[in-house]
């Protein structure tokens, strides 16, 4: 089993940046794709972007993309995601997930994190 734990979300000011964190444990870690998700009140679950399991590509949402930056450190058993530039609409649980294969379907995945919450004031 692996299990995921979420840290790092807040209140921002729009523009502002924040940096969530995903630790996750697990003996085939290194070897997941990763990947986030978001999700609004009254909102499906949206995915934002994942990462390979080398780190050696990445996959972001059109609507994150340019702002939003996935990164993991197998050794520490991580995955970062920075965002910067955010926007109101960014608003939603953060939700780190994983899995052997790329998707940007929820249900792609088995994993997932408890979530954190982020909110950005206008």
């Known amino acids: 089993q692996v299990q995921l734990v979420e840290s790092g979300g807040g209140l921002v000011q729009t523009g502002g940046s924040l940096r969530l964190s995903c630790a996750a444990s697990g003996r085939t870690f290194s070897s997941y794709v990763m990947a986030w998700f978001r999700q609004a009140p009254g909102k499906e679950r949206e995915f934002v972007g994942a990462i390979g399991w080398s780190g050696a590509w990445t996959q972001y949402a059109d609507v994150v993309k340019g702002r939003f930056t996935i990164s993991r450190d197998n050794a520490k058993n991580t995955v970062f995601l920075q965002m910067n530039s955010l926007k109101p609409e960014d608003t939603a649980v953060y939700y780190c997930?994983?899995?052997?294969?790329?998707?940007?379907?929820?249900?792609?995945?088995?994993?997932w994190g408890q979530g954190t919450q982020v909110t950005v004031s206008s």
């Open positions: 997930t994983g899995g052997r294969v790329y998707n940007t379907a929820p249900i792609g995945y088995e994993y």
